[in-house]
């Protein structure tokens, strides 16, 4: 906390690529308390929503009883042991991980779950407050969450602004981290069935020539026939046939995937954190011409939001839609529009908590003056006058 070392919390930051976090801004100093805070929020947003991770199954710790009780030789025994350590260690994986930015008022929390949405998190935390009126944070300023980390550079940057579209607006239901995961998958599996099919592509083509050979020379054969055929007989030309009218079916299709988008209006936020590669510029004109044709940018009357983040070596994107509604994500701004009272008493508390050690102090040294001063008092007195 009082160093100022960003964050208090293990792990890399290159670890978090391919995966969603948020940032937090808060007082310097404040990093530990702050990163404290955040996860908190974010495990009682998880709760709130119902996405709370199903713990093992029952059925794993069956097979490991059933296996340890028909087990008589040692080493049977340590595989069993091994399992049972497993499956408590996939009952205690963390949703979170906190990252140390080393960066004074800056925590990372990383999700290490797939499958959550940073933005819902922090709209649930935020409709949470509305709702109760009840202020949770003391040292949080803002949460900015990402969809996705990646390395922060140009060619990176394009390639995951793609991707944020595609999840956006072609497919909203699945999370980005676990989009990019899908296509990485689909890539690497490409290749091999590749290698696979071409021993029986070449087989297959020497087939084929052979039977064209044949289909050749029959239908060389059956021409000729007919020729002779048209020779020897008579052409007899038959009037056509009146076929009656029968309706065409006309197909319907579902306008849900093809029907045109309405005019989305947005405005891109970027920051960078000691970052000087991927700027400003390049990703408002790159996002600017991958954006599809319903995507304006408009400053003025935008209500989405794009969010951009470069810190150190990673870079993070979202898609923020009714940003104004959540006071541009400022908890500490939130917190004072909707419940006044409550923060006042709260800011000061947390004032209370500061200044608890100054004024402990301060304390301790008036006592240690004022009893040093009786000591002195009582060695100056006569005891032949008090008698």
């Known amino acids: 906390g009082r160093g100022g070392g960003g964050g208090g919390g293990g792990g890399d930051l290159t670890s978090c690529r391919g995966y969603a976090a948020i940032i937090g801004t808060c007082d310097a100093a404040r990093e530990r308390e702050s990163t404290k805070e955040l996860s908190n929020l974010l495990s009682q947003a998880i709760e709130r929503l119902g996405l709370t991770a199903a713990p093992p199954s029952a059925v794993e710790e069956d097979e490991v009883a059933e296996s340890s009780k028909g087990s008589e030789s040692i080493e049977d025994m340590l595989r069993n042991e091994?399992?049972?350590?497993?499956?408590?260690?996939?009952?205690?994986?963390?949703?979170?991980?906190?990252?140390?930015?080393?960066?004074?008022?800056?925590?990372?929390?990383k999700i290490a779950r797939r499958d959550l949405c940073p933005v819902m998190l922090v709209k649930s935390i935020f409709d949470q407050i509305s709702t109760e009126k009840v202020p949770c944070s003391r040292h949080l300023v803002r949460m900015i969450p990402l969809q996705i980390l990646f390395f922060a550079g140009e060619e990176e940057f394009a390639s995951i602004s793609k991707l944020l579209l595609e999840g956006t607006f072609e497919k909203p239901d699945i999370t980005l981290p676990k989009l990019q995961l899908s296509k990485v998958v689909h890539k690497r599996k490409a290749p091999e069935g590749d290698a696979d099919a071409e021993p029986e592509t070449s087989d297959a083509v020497e087939e084929d020539e052979q039977g064209d050979s044949k289909r050749a020379r029959i239908e060389s054969s059956t021409e000729v026939a007919e020729e002779v055929q048209a020779v020897a007989e008579p052409v007899v030309v038959a009037e056509p046939e009146v076929e009656p009218e029968v309706p065409v079916p006309v197909e319907v299709t579902s306008t849900a995937n093809t029907a045109p988008h309405a005019m989305v209006k947005y405005m891109m936020m970027f920051k960078a954190r000691n970052h000087n590669t991927l700027t400003k510029t390049f990703a408002l004109n790159k996002f600017r011409e991958i954006a599809p044709s319903f995507l304006r940018q408009d400053y003025l009357h935008a209500t989405n939001v794009v969010i951009v983040e470069a810190l150190k070596n990673i870079g993070g994107i979202s898609y923020f839609p009714d940003y104004n509604n959540y006071?541009?994500?400022?908890?500490?701004?939130?917190?004072?529009?909707?419940?006044?009272?409550?923060?006042?008493?709260?800011?000061?508390?947390?004032?209370?908590?500061?200044?608890?050690?100054?004024?402990?102090?301060?304390?301790?040294?008036?006592?240690?003056?004022?009893?040093?001063?009786?000591?002195?008092?009582?060695?100056?007195t006569d005891p032949i006058s008090e008698a």
Do not use: W, Y
């Open 82 to 109: 091994v399992m049972q350590i497993k499956s408590q260690k996939r009952s205690g994986t963390q949703d979170f991980v906190s990252i140390n930015t080393a960066i004074k008022g800056i925590v990372l929390v």
């Open 327 to 380: 006071a541009e994500l400022n908890l500490r701004k939130h917190q004072a529009a909707v419940c006044p009272q409550a923060v006042s008493s709260h800011i000061l508390a947390a004032a209370t908590d500061n200044n608890a050690g100054e004024i402990g102090a301060e304390k301790a040294v008036e006592s240690e003056m004022g009893a040093s001063a009786e000591e002195e008092v009582a060695d100056n």
